[in-house]
């Protein structure tokens, strides 16, 4: 699987502010302990990859954030080959290209997290104001396990055509989740359901308290060099 490709319209100046800021300030007004993968020498912090928010007469009603991160997976020598995804010529070209203007920052590191693969969408925490609405952990292990299958892997599940003569891969449903397992944040092991049956991921979540939960979801290929623990993510 590739990473992720951002690009960004017109000239940016070096200068330029970046976007990240302002969601993670937008993040930062919600009542939702934001939780992401505990730090560790083979991942880094993509960003954000989704933020939805619902409001009523009363306020916030609903908040969801989705954390994505970069996989190094030799991090003793981030210039060996073996760290870089595979990419196709057409992203690399883009990739390579280099402006005849200087550029942020922050848009060069961006660029290069590029060339690694990606957990998109790694860690996703939700919050409801009323309990009720939340659904149980279950269904929302699902869900997001099923929104990172239909984005990354849409060959092997057969959205996009099929690879080789292999059927199109099951839908994941409730069935394939296991409720015995243990998921650590900030030190602490809480129960947890899992979802451990899938060729192409790897899925773990639990609830926080009445009205929110996390649920986690890893490309299986890059699950060896991933320590699946969160922390509290602290504010930017």
Known sequence: MGSARYEFEGVLGVDSPDPMDAQWERIAQWPIPVLGLAPQPTIEMFGPSSIGNGSDSAGLRNAQVG????????????????????????????LDEVPPWPLPKWLIELTERQRYPMLWEAVKTS???????????????VDHTTEVLNTNFRPERGLDGRVGSLPPAPDITTAAVQHDAVLRIDGIDR??????????????????????????????????FVRVELTTHAST
């Open 67 to 94: 954390l994505s991160y970069i996989v190094i997976r030799n991090p003793a020598d981030r210039a060996d080959p073996a760290n870089l995804a595979d990419l196709d010529e057409e992203v690399t070209r883009v």
């Open 127 to 141: 919050w409801y104001r009323d309990p009720a609405e939340r659904p149980s952990i279950a269904e929302a292990l």
């Open 191 to 224: 129960p947890a359901v899992l979802i451990d049956t899938d060729p192409h991921v790897f899925a773990v979540g639990t609830e926080l308290d009445g009205s929110a939960l996390v649920t986690v979801v890893l490309t299986r290929d890059e699950l060896p």
